[in-house]
Each structure stands twice: as structure tokens, then as C-alpha cells.
């Protein structure tokens, strides 16, 4: 089983529209957990934190449940920009970074 | 202020070459830790250097080696290099443990 496992999509969305997708760890100790953004051929760029009481950024909102250890990101009123591959990752005590494969967004005119 | 920098942006190795890829990381951060991203897939983790010492390792064979300076960059060496070493080479550098982890623009190494 991988340590971070996430949909791959991808999810098509209308631009405006709402769009969210889960990740779930394995790792019942991981210290701290993070979205990050990649577009095609790119390096891995932040997006968000996450923290256990929910965090919104603008347009996104990031949740942690430990208990089901899982991670969550919800997009509202796509835009077009928003079209990435959003990375779910999860950091242990060592500070090693795990990635999810990615989950795939298109966002639509 | 300069980001994590590496280089060669882009190799094309033959299968059996050895290769080195190069990191500089943020000013600042003495951590660098490197990942290999094939296609369609996230970032492994290779391994990550502190103290030019290689502090953790995941799950890549000897073939991959590193190396930390004392002014904190790093080298990734792949020998024996084989079709499936493909992929996308990202270096991110921290401070220590901590969670602001910067990624540079990766390099690109196609093995033929």
C-alpha cells in the first residue's frame, strides 16, 4: 500500500464551479501535511498547509481528519488557471516529504 | 534573494553512462533533499543530505549516491544509468526540518 494514495482524476470542471478530492494517508504518525500545485513540467509549488482545524486560502479550503487520516481540498469558482495536478503531501518526523501521485484537474470554459 | 537552482536543466544519457546533477540550494537553508518524478507520477524521495551527511534514504538502489558540501549544495550521481532512470530530478532545500521547503526547476534526464 502506498503512504499517500490519491484519485488521480482527472476531474473535469466547469469554470465556477466547485471542485474537491480527498487523500488518505498511511502513516498514522506524519507531523504535517500540505497541497501542493504542479503545472506540466514544472517543479512542485506550495498551495497550502494544512491544519487540523481547517484552513481556507481565498478560493480553497484544505481539511485534516487524523482520526481517518485523510486530507482534503476544495476549489470554488474554478478558474481556468486552476488547472494543475494538485499534490497531496504528508511530512513524517524526519521531515521527509511524501507525495501522492497527484490529482488531475481541468477546469472548462 | 536566489531560490533552489539546478543544473543541468536538461541530459540525454545513454543506458550504462553515469550521470551528476547539481543543487544549489535557497540561501539560508541547509537541507537539501532529492526526488525522482517519472511521468504521470508524484515525486519519490531519494534521499536527503544535513551536515554533508545523508540523513534518510528512500527506496533506490546504491546506484544513487549523493553528496552535500560545506556550503550546503549537493550532487546526485546515478551510475549504470537504465531506461527506467527517466524521470524528472527535483532538489528541495529546507532549513534543517523545518516545512518552508523551496523545490527548484528539476532536471530532465532521458536515458536512450
Known amino acids: 500500500r502506498k503512504e499517500v494514495e490519491q484519485d488521480p482524476g482527472p476531474f473535469n470542471v466547469p469554470e465556477g464551479a466547485t471542485v474537491a478530492f480527498n487523500c488518505t494517508y498511511s502513516?498514522?504518525?506524519?507531523?504535517?501535511f500540505f497541497w501542493y500545485r504542479q503545472d506540466c513540467r514544472k517543479e512542485p509549488k506550495l498551495l497550502m498547509s494544512?491544519?487540523?482545524s481547517g484552513n481556507e486560502d481565498g478560493r480553497f479550503t484544505a481539511q485534516l481528519n487524523r482520526a481517518s487520516q485523510y486530507i482534503s481540498l476544495l476549489i470554488r469558482d474554478s478558474k481556468l488557471s486552476d488547472s494543475a495536478t494538485y499534490l497531496c503531501?504528508?511530512?513524517?518526523?524526519?521531515?521527509?516529504?511524501?507525495f501522492g501521485a497527484g490529482t488531475q484537474v481541468v477546469v472548462t470554459p | 534573494d536566489a531560490g533552489v537552482t539546478q543544473s543541468p536543466t536538461h541530459l540525454i544519457k545513454t543506458r550504462g553512462q553515469q550521470v551528476t546533477l547539481r543543487c544549489s540550494p535557497k540561501?539560508?537553508?541547509?537541507?537539501v533533499s532529492w526526488y525522482q518524478q517519472a511521468l504521470g507520477q508524484g515525486p519519490q524521495f531519494i534521499f536527503q543530505?544535513?551536515?554533508?551527511?545523508?540523513?534518510q534514504r528512500g527506496n533506490f538502489p546504491d546506484r544513487f549516491s549523493g553528496h552535500q558540501f560545506p556550503n550546503y549544495s549537493s550532487e546526485l550521481n546515478v551510475n549504470a544509468l537504465l531506461l527506467g532512470d527517466s524521470a524528472l530530478y527535483l532538489c528541495?532545500?529546507?532549513?534543517?526540518?523545518?516545512?518552508?521547503?523551496?523545490f527548484g526547476s528539476g532536471t530532465r534526464l532521458t536515458v536512450v
Open positions: 528541495a532545500s529546507s532549513f534543517d526540518r523545518g516545512e518552508g521547503y523551496t
Open positions: 543530505y544535513y551536515e554533508e551527511e545523508e540523513r
Open positions: 503531501v504528508v511530512i513524517d518526523s524526519w521531515g521527509k516529504l511524501q
Open positions: 494544512v491544519y487540523s
Open positions: 540561501s539560508g537553508h541547509d537541507t
Open positions: 502513516n498514522s504518525a506524519s507531523q504535517s
